[in-house]
């Protein structure tokens, strides 16, 4: 699935057709707010029309004031230009502010769709998915399109709305002098598309080696302990360097790009106004135009040539924002394979559950040749307690994936209380199980909002019910501040034990029909675990309970034991049953109990 977030190879001259077509994809978020967009386009209209206004102002000063030698009449121009300052200064101001703001809200829109987007697609996305490049798209490239949106895609518009007026006013005071003026915008504006290009290609490159970096670094300080357990600092941090230093060189290429095409821009504009001024002079002088004609001509081509200059930076930032797009794009195009149908069945409120595997076989997608499940048939009846054991590798996790729709099985049939899973909406099936995994997941907040992850709308007394039931509440009590006490990221200040204990106390508020147990009590030492199995055993009352385990000590009360080996039921019964048949169980039982019998005697 990695895979997917890639786009498919294309040719360069595919490549540079698209320029900066990612960037439509974001116009949706500007439609949102039409009202402010119009508003910032009409800001800008007057910012610009109110610069194009002073040269004519200009011109006017220096044939009629400067001409009839009045100094009140010179004044008086000084004293409209100040206005016409000012209202330049209020429309630009104006315009600042609407488009930035449209630049951090269409961001904001952008980052929250894409974080959600995120959230619905299915486990198998994320079993190739590095989060690390996921992030550094939701961070740095969002950063980028801010840019564009905000500065950038305003000064582009501004500077051709300029570049237009000017050039058009330039036509109206000299036709003459602005051929040599207008005859130089070819010769700027092709190598501002191909460098454009250049740019984008190599800034892409960029953000991809600074995501795979982020992605490393990520992993690294997830792992922070078990990396200084091994002395990997100096390792770990010579391989991030060599990344971010791979990222730099990606982004100086794209850098040195856009400082050729500025400087080749500034050389002809500037080589053309001079050629103006040389021969405008000798147009005044043989009274072709006046002084202010002259002066105003200048202006206006010093306007043109300014915003054409402006026009080939701005498309560079808008070409580096393309890329960035590009890779928002990719990420909102995946589709999760595990989604509701258009018309789900709604599943009734109970108290109990059904589930059945019919011939059931499963693959994962990294190895489909080896099937982790192999025509698998098992039904677990309402209030039934079902223990899954087996050697590891046995795909006795995998069942409780196919269960909770984190994958669809390769062929065979799962159903939740006689509906195929496929005709559920994951959201509805999901809700009617608790699920407690071997590894819990602990978030960086408070132990009462950790527990409320079972059921967010639960009151603080169903919460601390729900502790005091999965034997939490004494550890919690224990802390400086209770049910409030942070416990870092990962949970990393709780033990193992702790943590179990929490995802318990989640299970139990979230009180589904069915119990999900995998290694429930597997962190736990052996006084705690006789006592969460108490707790779970009065959870586990009148629902319906898959339990995974190894220790076989944990299962012994179950009302069925099954039994796999290779994606296989081996065999199936009770712990007496199994014991008696002499089979896989009876090794494992005679591994696990005589160890535990050598280890008492020890």
């Given at each position: 699935m990695a895979d997917a977030t890639v786009s498919d190879p294309q040719t360069e001259q595919e490549k540079s057709r698209k320029s900066l077509k990612p960037l439509t994809r974001l116009l949706p978020y500007l439609?949102?707010?039409?009202?402010?967009?119009?508003?910032?386009?009409?800001?800008?209209?007057?910012?610009?029309?109110?610069?194009?206004?002073?040269?004519?102002?200009?011109?006017?000063?220096i044939d009629y004031g400067f001409g009839a030698d009045d100094p009140a009449l010179v004044n008086s121009y000084f004293a409209v230009l100040i206005v016409v300052v000012c209202a330049l200064a209020t429309a630009s101001s104006v315009r600042y502010f609407l488009v930035m703001w449209l630049g951090e809200r269409v961001v904001t829109e952008v980052r929250a769709d894409v974080f959600d987007h995120m959230t619905r697609l299915s486990p198998s996305f994320y079993d190739s998915a590095k989060s690390g490049e996921i992030l550094s798209r939701l961070t740095a490239d969002t950063t980028q399109i801010k840019s564009a949106f905000g500065a950038s895609a305003s000064?582009?518009?501004?500077?051709?709305?300029m570049f237009s007026g000017a050039a058009v006013m330039m036509v109206v005071t000299s036709p003459r002098l602005s051929v040599f003026v207008l005859a130089a915008i070819p010769v700027i504006l092709v190598p501002i598309l191909g460098f454009g290009r250049k740019v984008r290609k190599r800034s892409r490159f960029a953000q991809d080696t600074l995501a795979d970096a982020s992605a490393y670094a990520s992993e690294m300080l997830g792992a922070v302990r078990t990396l200084q357990a091994f002395t990997h600092e100096r390792l770990s941090a010579d391989r991030y360097g060599s990344d971010v230093e791979a990222a730099f060189h990606a982004?100086?290429?794209?850098?040195?790009?856009?400082?050729?095409?500025?400087?080749?821009?500034?050389?002809?504009?500037?080589?053309?106004?001079?050629?103006?001024?040389?021969?405008?002079?000798?147009?005044?002088?043989?009274?072709?135009?006046?002084g202010g004609e002259l002066?105003?001509?200048?202006?206006?081509?010093?306007?043109?040539?300014?915003?054409?200059?402006?026009?080939?930076?701005?498309?560079?930032e808008l070409s580096l924002a393309a890329g960035a797009a590009e890779r928002l794009s990719?990420?909102?195009?995946?589709?999760?394979?595990?989604?509701?149908?258009?018309?789900?069945?709604?599943?009734?409120?109970?108290?109990?559950?059904?589930?059945?595997?019919?011939?059931?076989?499963?693959a994962y997608q990294n190895s489909k040749e080896m099937p982790v499940v192999q025509d698998l048939t098992l039904e677990v009846s309402p209030g039934e307690t079902v223990a899954v054991v087996g050697p590891s590798g046995a795909g006795k996790s995998t069942l409780f994936s196919l269960i909770m729709r984190y994958y669809d099985p390769s062929s065979g049939v799962v159903r939740f209380n006689g509906v195929e899973l496929k005709q559920l909406d994951p959201q509805d099936l999901r809700r009617h199980i608790a699920l407690v995994p071997q590894d819990t997941a602990i978030f960086g907040a408070t132990i009462a909002e950790n527990i409320a992850y079972g059921r967010p709308d639960a009151t603080r007394d169903e919460i601390v019910a729900a502790a005091q039931a999965a034997l939490a509440a004494p550890f919690i009590d224990n802390m400086t501040n209770g049910f409030d006490t942070l416990v870092g990221e990962r949970g990393i200040t709780l033990s193992g034990g702790q943590r179990q204990r929490i995802a318990i106390a989640r299970a139990v508020l979230r009180n589904a029909p069915v119990l999900l147990l995998d290694e429930a009590t597997s962190a736990l030492d052996a006084e705690s675990e006789n006592l969460v199995q108490k707790a779970l055993d009065r959870l586990m009352e009148g629902r319906t309970t898959l339990v995974i385990a190894h220790r076989l000590a944990t299962v012994l009360k179950a009302d069925r034991i099954v039994v796999m080996e290779d994606g296989r039921i081996v065999e199936?019964?009770?712990?007496?049953?199994?014991?008696?048949?002499?089979?896989?169980?009876?090794?494992?039982?005679r591994l696990q109990f005589g160890a535990d019998k050598q280890k008492e005697t020890a």
């Open positions: 439609f949102k707010h039409r009202g402010m967009v119009i508003a910032a386009i009409a800001a800008l209209f007057s910012a610009a029309v109110i610069t194009l206004v002073l040269p004519n102002a200009v011109r006017r000063m000064l582009a518009m501004r500077n051709l709305i982004a100086r290429q794209a850098i040195i790009a856009r400082a050729a095409l500025t400087g080749f821009a500034i050389f002809v504009i500037g080589s053309s106004i001079v050629a103006v001024l040389w021969i405008g002079a000798s147009d005044v002088f043989s009274g072709r135009i006046t002066s105003q001509f200048l202006l206006y081509s010093i306007l043109a040539a300014g915003s054409l200059a402006a026009l080939s930076e701005v498309w560079g990719e990420l909102l195009e995946i589709e999760p394979e595990i989604r509701a149908p258009a018309n789900p069945v709604r599943l009734p409120e109970t108290k109990r559950g059904t589930i059945a595997f019919d011939h059931v076989s499963f199936t019964g009770t712990h007496d049953e199994l014991s008696a048949a002499g089979g896989l169980y009876a090794k494992l039982a």
